[in-house]
């Protein structure tokens, strides 16, 4: 089992920042690819940014690259979402995820992570 807690959500105007942090305990942390996904009302939950297990690989969707930075510290077990520019579409609740996962393809595959976090609620105001 893998337990996993997001933190960092608040208000923000358009053109702020935020980090988001996902803190993890249970199973190795190390051993996990970690994912960013987010829900906002009335839509499917969707693939925000992935990395994995070292830290070595990040994927993002088209809508955030170049604006979110996704990172790990695996001696804090720790997982980050570094939110730059943010837009009023940004607006949702971010959810952090765990995954044994070995293709890069099913990273964005929100059925494919096996823990998640409660989720952290991000508002940007235009």
């Known amino acids: 089992q893998v337990q996993l807690v997001e933190s960092g959500g608040g208000l923000v105007q358009a053109g702020e920042s935020l980090t988001l942090s996902c803190a993890a305990s249970g199973r190795i942390f190390s051993n996990y690819v970690m994912g960013w996904f987010r829900q906002a009302p009335g839509k499917e939950r969707e693939f925000v940014a992935a990395i994995t297990w070292s830290g070595g690989r990040t994927y993002y969707v088209d809508s955030v690259n170049g604006r979110f930075t996704i990172s790990r510290d695996n001696s804090k077990n720790t997982v980050y979402l570094q939110m730059n520019s943010l837009k009023p579409e940004d607006t949702a609740v971010y959810y952090c995820?765990?995954?044994?996962?070995?293709?890069?393809?099913?990273?964005?595959?929100?059925?494919?992570?096996?823990?998640w976090g409660q989720g952290t609620q991000v508002t940007v105001s235009s």
């Open positions: 995820a765990a995954g044994d996962l070995y293709y890069s393809v099913t990273y964005r595959d929100k059925g494919a992570y096996e823990y």
